[in-house]
């Protein structure tokens, strides 16, 4: 079921299964949400899980959080409000990122490991792909894909 609740002022809506202990706390690449593991938390009815919308992102309410930082913040307040006992965190691309700063920044002990999903310490976007995001967001239509990319 998809619920709705307010982080640290900022609206947060997430998917929610409930289930056993340790909880599954699901986090999206940058292009995303919590769809994305739609088919991962259907697979695991037995556990308790949740799969969060990254604020400002792909059709969430305001702006985007800027930082695998802030997002980690964020994630951590969202976990402390709507976690109870232990838990992992999944993350897949920039989702990885987040995980990764969760991991190094908590002090929990509730924390029981991270899953990471075609991510890395230094997430890099090639300079084209910038570039074609420039254009469409000046433009509004979407530029023919350069080759080799």
Known sequence: MVEARQ???RAVTFRYEPGRAPALVCIHGSADNHHAYDRLLDALPDRERY???LPGRSGTDGPALETAAEMETFLSRFI?????GDYLVAGHSLGGGVAIEHALATRSERLK???LLATGGRLRV???ILQLFEQVAQSGEMPPLPPGL
């Open 7 to 9: 982080v640290d002022g």
């Open 51 to 53: 799969a969060i919308n």
């Open 80 to 84: 402390d409000s709507e976690v109870e």
């Open 113 to 115: 490991g991270i899953v």
């Open 126 to 128: 090639h300079p084209m």
